[in-house]
């Protein structure tokens, strides 16, 4: 537990400077990672001192004795969550189902001392992961985890999948696999590169996961049924931001549908529970693409996003991708 902790805290709680338009909380240290970090930060240091932090009691009613119970009460927490948050909206609902039952406007100034989104604020997801395939999918990946780098925009991605799954196991190239052993008995770095890209020119990557190398297959992903603004357009940095911090260090599963004219992959996308569509649709950073998919909860979430103004629909009148694309494509 004390190493999970200290990993992140020495690897997101890192200051900003007082001028930083992303400062939140009293722990100076950006927007991105205010939630995970900080309170990681607290729970490693409490778990070692007993000890809740300086200027908490200026944020909560409930004496530093009461204070000590909840930090032991999310310590227990945090060691039984599998995985531990690592997202602000993570964060904010351990706090929030670990206390439960305790004074209102204690949990809500614990939340904003840490710069954590409030209860009225958390999007509620509710689709649950199949347990079997739904009407039209023709297979299923289940990758290995995601790299932020790895997320193109708000709606597409590349991951790997292991070649020692059992439908990867039967379509691996012959030659792919010669040069995976010749690789693997070079002599020098040279040669071993040589080996590699002969293996990435294939479509295929040796990747190394906990000092163990993997042979893994590359898929580019569509996120099927949304749309996401464009990176030129206004809030495509924001989409392709949300989608990287729900997927990111995380192993997913994708039910494939097919295959659009870019040769991606189309499916539904499952992370730690969570419908990677829904989540993108509610929190405003996509469009239902209402003429590829017909889906009447897609059309719902994003009712539901467009009525509560967040993220894109905060603007009055927000351009749709595809009429961007259809007007740039004619300006060319």
């Not at 990946?141 to 799954?165: I, Q, R």
């Not at 693997?184 to 990747?207: P, W």
């Not at 103004?309 to 351009?319: I, M, Q, S, Y």
Request: hydrophobic content about 35%.
């Amino acid at each position: 537990m004390g190493n999970v902790l200290r990993s992140l805290y020495g690897c997101c709680c890192k200051p900003t400077t007082t001028g930083d338009s992303d400062y939140l909380g009293p722990h100076g240290i950006s927007a991105s990672t205010v939630g995970v970090s900080a309170l990681a930060h607290d729970l490693f240091n409490f778990e070692n001192t007993s000890q809740v932090p300086e200027g908490l009691s200026k944020h909560v009613q409930s004496s530093k004795k009461a204070q000590a119970k909840w930090y032991r009460k999310l310590l227990e927490a945090w060691r039984e969550a599998k995985p531990p948050p690592k997202t602000p909206e993570e964060a904010a609902r351990l706090v929030i189902q670990t206390l439960e039952g305790h004074q209102q406007a204690d949990v809500e100034g614990l939340l904003a001392f840490y710069g954590l989104p409030l209860r009225h604020t958390l999007i509620q997801l509710s689709a649950e992961i199949p347990t079997s395939l739904p009407e039209g999918i023709q297979f299923e990946l289940h990758t290995l985890p995601v790299v932020a780098k790895a997320v193109g925009d708000g709606d597409g991605m590349t991951v790997y999948v292991s070649t020692a799954d059992p439908r990867e196991s039967e379509i691996v190239p012959r030659d792919v696999l010669l040069a995976a052993v010749k690789r693997s008995k070079a002599r020098d770095r040279t040669m071993a590169n040589k080996h590699h890209q002969k293996i990435i020119d294939s479509g295929y990557r040796v990747i190394n996961i906990q000092n163990e190398e993997i042979l893994a297959r590359k898929y580019r992903i569509r996120l099927r049924g949304i749309d996401a603004p464009e990176m030129e357009m206004r809030y495509g940095n924001e989409a392709k931001e949300e989608l990287a911090k729900l997927v990111q260090g995380k192993c997913l599963r994708v039910l494939v549908y097919g295959e659009d004219r870019y040769r991606r992959v189309v499916g539904d996308v499952y992370c730690n529970g969570i419908f990677v569509q829904e989540a993108m649709l509610k929190k405003g950073f996509a469009w239902h693409f209402k003429a590829f998919d017909q889906r009447q909860e897609f059309a719902t979430w994003e009712r539901e996003a467009r009525e509560k103004r967040v993220g894109l629909w905060a603007d009055a009148n927000p351009e749709e991708p595809w009429e961007w694309k259809r007007r740039n494509k004619r300006q060319g």
